[in-house]
């Protein structure tokens, strides 16, 4: 009996202790957890909210303003500068989407085969990525401006012999290029790790049954790379919706606001023109749109999971 007594206390004493040793554990969390959803909060949500209660208002970005109700989202569907603004962004995002997936894919392929070196290869595709976009985009801009245009002169090629910068036709394109440049090396890593993550004997099976070359790609590794495909597609078209750092440093909207994405426009018109409640309306559109897209790419690209 009293053997029986001594057990019950200890297991009771053991149960205190883990539930003591449970509350440090909930409380530790608590003290770390609370901190950064305020930090969150303060820096995330809360510039959100006040620019959503902003966009209704004529607020120039300093004294006093007005409620103006819908009348800065209505002005928004018909302000010809924002709907070019607009389809500039969707082209360059869609095009730069597809140019860097495609060239980060065939890197990726070529860095995860059997090659000398390939992981100095890797750390030097990497370096893009660690510089900032504007350092990159000041430099190309040299390069564009003064380095492209001697060289073409020096070579007789008429097309090379002015800046790219300076035409309508020409800024946009050398912006998906240094965009694209600095982008690659972040997918050509994911598709790396998910290159690697396909079993040898997926490639044995498919070799004894004769499949080689592009057929080998699609039928075998593509389809087990899916789901990091679907990341890159999404943080793409994301991040290059967002674009800002490089049109800032490289053309700053122009020539003749021909580059001018949203982003810059919510930034420029904003802060300097006097139209931070309308600019705030087209910040939120924007907001949405990119939620949008994000959810409809994930869920096509989710659907094509399932039926792999």
Do not use: H
Request: glycine share 10%.
């Amino acid at each position: 009996m009293k053997k029986n007594i001594g057990y019950r206390c200890g297991r009771g004493n053991e149960s205190l202790n883990k539930k003591k040793k449970m509350s440090d554990r909930d409380r530790t969390f608590l003290l770390i957890t609370i901190p950064i959803l305020l930090l969150f909060f303060c820096f995330n949500t809360l510039p959100l909210l006040k620019g959503f209660l902003y966009s209704f208002t004529n607020f120039k970005g300093y004294g006093s303003y007005d409620f103006v109700k819908l009348r800065n989202y209505i002005d928004l569907f018909q302000d010809a500068r924002v709907g070019k603004s607009y389809l500039f962004t969707f082209k360059f995002a869609l095009v730069s989407t597809i140019l860097v997936n495609v060239l980060s894919l065939i890197l990726a392929l070529g860095l995860n085969s059997r090659i000398k070196g390939k992981s100095a290869l890797r750390g030097i595709y990497f370096i893009p990525n660690v510089l900032g976009g504007l350092v990159v985009g000041y430099i190309f801009s040299y390069l564009f401006t003064y380095i492209l245009p001697a060289l073409g002169q020096a070579a007789g090629i008429e097309a090379l012999s002015t800046s790219l910068l300076s035409g309508t036709g020409t800024a946009w394109f050398a912006i998906v290029l240094v965009c694209s440049w600095q982008s690659i090396a972040m997918n050509t890593i994911i598709y790396i790790s998910g290159l690697q993550t396909v079993p040898e004997d997926v490639y044995e099976a498919g070799a004894i049954d004769g499949v080689s070359g592009w057929k080998k790609f699609w039928s075998l590794t593509f389809p087990l790379i899916i789901p990091f495909f679907s990341i890159n597609m999404v943080l793409c078209m994301k991040n290059f919706l967002m674009v800002f750092d490089q049109i800032m440093a490289l053309t700053k909207g122009g020539p003749a606001q021909s580059t001018e994405s949203i982003s810059y426009l919510i930034y420029n018109n904003g802060m300097s023109g006097g139209q931070f409640g309308f600019q705030s309306a087209n910040a939120f559109v924007f907001f949405i749109v990119i939620v949008a897209i994000s959810v409809i790419q994930m869920r096509i690209t989710g659907k094509k999971e399932e039926q792999l």
